[in-house]
């Protein structure tokens, strides 16, 4: 099989099936060559793991996995992609193609089922963009037995993501990806790298799985509904920005925020992670 990421293989490949690009699914197909074998060495693929990919596309990046993993299981939604799948991994014996939608799937049953020899499981994924948020939350919510995940994502996301609690630039996401996770940016995809060309710059991040939250929170959904809360009018005061929606009263929101020795006037985007544990810890004392 000629190299997945030559244009002329891909394009080949798309005349023989039959195949059109889907904006709606995101696609777009990797041509550079030097972007999936560095994204699956340092996605944690090994002889002794197991790999997890969803969206595989032609299999690009499978490839890459399947030739450095113990066994790689690929997640495709397009069922148009399945029999491309069929010929371009032909060659591994050790890569499973199941059809269907990774936030509908029992990915704890798929990980029980097929990593049992495998001495630890890692995601590594070129994720459509659209999804990126979902899929990623889906994984660490989830709790499934993995080691860590390295996706692919806007760069734009890629920042956020890896932003410092507390900076302008964090978000109710980056909040809940470090509460499970610790998060590193590894490196830029120039939109010339894919087919055909996304209009925003691409970046590959790794979240390495924390066996157990480093912060007390008091209760979790108590925790990440605040953190919602917060972020959501996250211009304004500490106080407004969590009773604007109904999640406190103005006095439940005030006694809170002094409970956690938090200035009145703060926002919640300057709160550092261990501010935002005294202060969920602080709301659960208040709401009990």
């Known amino acids: 099989m000629p190299s997945l990421s030559d244009i002329g293989t891909i394009k080949d490949i798309m005349q023989r099936h039959g195949f059109s690009f889907s904006k709606g699914l995101g696609q777009n197909f990797l041509v550079n060559p030097s972007v999936c074998p560095r994204m699956a060495e340092l996605g944690g693929a090994n002889e002794k793991a197991g790999v997890l990919e969803i ?17 790689v299981v690929a ?3 397009d069922d148009r992609l399945i029999p491309v799948l069929d010929e371009t991994l032909a060659n591994f014996g050790n890569v499973k193609v199941i059809h269907g939608d990774a936030l509908r799937l029992d990915l704890a049953g798929i990980i029980r089922d097929s990593f049992s020899d495998c001495d630890n499981v890692a995601v590594c994924a070129n994720l459509p963009y659209y999804i990126t948020s979902p899929i990623i939350m889906a994984l660490l919510e989830s709790r499934l037995p993995i080691s860590s995940v390295t996706v692919m ?9 890896c932003a410092k609690i507390g900076s302008r630039e964090s978000g ?46 008091g209760d979790e959904k108590t925790f ?22 109904g999640f406190l009263t103005k006095e439940q929101a005030a ?19 261990d501010a935002l544990a005294t202060l969920s ?7 009990i």
């Open 55 to 71: 969206g595989p596309g032609i299999g690009v990046l499978t490839a890459e996995l399947a030739r450095r993993a113990k066994r």
């Open 75 to 77: 997640i495709e939604l």
């Open 153 to 161: 994502v806007q760069k734009e996301a890629a920042d956020r993501i």
């Open 172 to 217: 109710a996401l980056t909040v809940a990806i470090h509460y499970y996770s610790e998060p590193r940016m590894l490196f830029r995809v120039s939109p010339g790298s894919f087919m055909p060309p996304p209009k925003v710059t691409s970046a590959v991040i790794r979240m390495d799985i924390l066996p157990a939250p480093k912060y007390d929170v």
């Open 224 to 245: 990440f509904a605040m953190v919602k809360a917060g972020f959501s009018q996250r211009r304004k005061t500490l106080c407004n920005a969590l009773t604007s929606g």
């Open 255 to 273: 006694q809170a925020i002094a409970d956690a020795s938090i200035a009145p006037t703060a926002r919640i985007e300057a709160l550092d992670m």
């Open 281 to 287: 810890r602080s709301i659960c004392q208040i709401k």
